[in-house]
């Protein structure tokens, strides 16, 4: 079992669950004006850490109003300039991710570190294999990530500093799997997975699904993040999706919907699209199916808590198995999220 890291009011490693992440996907000094709803938004589809890249103290307000605003954990991105992530712990963050190598000479590292140690503020270690020191290259790139950070926590350790998570990532799916079962073996620190620019959402749900899901069925892995070139939205679906499959999670919205195919007369796949993230935003324990044809929809409409099966302009709602309102297609989504609100087991 690994140590156990405090972040915030969340624990990484030890017994504590697996916890979901993602990072923000616009700079800090242009947040939309419903940022606080999206935040809500995501902690509701299972979005347990929040990471934001932190590039300029100018942007120190906006930072203290995003810690303020989050109701998960915010962790301050840091590169280049270890003063930014000085003045990121004044803001309030509950860590701190930096990559040692590209913060210049040790002395900056450890004035993190001791700032990080008085404040209670935990520190990622984050390593990608593109950007490892050029000596040791010769041991071959898992051996370097491993010992690398390996070196990394013993600059903490000397400090007394202990709460540190780890990460090492590639963009290529094996030398994800291989560097982070390596450095299980040996260390007990806790680590945040994620095979990092892993592409769209099919490349990098393969690739994560792949990488993570073995790693985690072996008990390795505190945190996990999907790297998608797409919706913050969809890696937070994605990861609390694959901590569901492998018995990881329970609860949260459950989605059950037909691939299509020449017997549908109903718009399932169009239809799924338009109100996926409002139903995982619900946060409700129920399994919902969006079903297109009469074949296989009144099947798996009776084994869902709520269930819409169209059949050409008409769509069916279920409830507990049972047609409960036949509606127009038009009110359709209307329909069911009224119905998923007011649903109760």
């Not at 990460?167 to 560097?179: F, G, Q, R, V």
Request: charged share 25%; glycine share 10%.
């Amino acid at each position: 079992m690994t140590r156990q890291v405090k972040v915030g009011p969340l624990l990484i490693g030890g017994n504590a669950p697996v916890s979901v992440q993602t990072m923000y996907d616009i700079p800090l000094s242009r947040l939309e004006e419903k940022f606080e709803s999206r935040m809500g938004v995501l902690k509701a589809m299972g979005c347990d850490i929040i990471r934001f890249s932190y590039p300029d103290i100018k942007e120190h307000d906006a930072l203290c109003d995003v810690v303020r605003m989050c109701p998960m954990p915010v962790v301050a991105d840091i590169h280049f300039d270890y003063r930014n992530a000085l003045d990121a712990m004044d803001c309030g963050v509950a860590k701190i991710r930096i990559n040692p190598g590209n913060i210049g000479e040790r002395w900056k590292t450890e004035e993190v570190v001791r700032k990080a140690l008085d404040k209670g503020v935990a520190i990622r270690i984050g390593l990608n294999s593109g950007s490892l020191p050029h000596q040791g290259r010769e041991k071959g790139t898992v051996s370097l990530m491993v010992d690398t950070a390996l070196e990394y926590i013993s600059w903490f350790e000397n400090l007394g500093f202990y709460d540190t998570v780890v990460s090492l990532k590639a963009s290529d799916s094996t030398l994800s799997y291989e560097a982070a079962r390596e450095f299980s073996m040996r260390s007990n620190y806790p680590m945040h997975l994620g095979v990092t620019e892993a592409g769209g959402v099919v490349s990098s749900c393969v690739k994560s699904t792949w990488t993570l899901g073995r790693l985690l069925e072996q008990g390795i892995g505190g945190t996990i993040r999907y790297s998608i070139t797409g919706s913050i939205e969809d890696e937070v679906q994605a990861g609390a999706e694959l901590l569901r499959t492998l018995g990881l999670r329970k609860g949260g919205m459950r989605i059950v919907s037909c691939p299509m195919c020449g017997r549908c007369s109903f718009n399932s796949q169009g239809f799924l699209r338009e109100v996926e993230h409002e139903l995982l935003a619900t946060g409700k324990d129920i399994c919902v199916a969006i079903m297109g044809c009469q074949v296989n929809g009144p099947g798996e409409a009776k084994g869902a808590d709520i269930a819409v099966t169209g059949i050409g302009n008409k769509v069916y709602l279920y409830m507990n198995g049972e047609i409960y309102k036949e509606i127009d297609a038009v009110n359709a989504r209307e329909e069911l999220l009224k119905a998923v609100a007011g649903y109760s087991k």
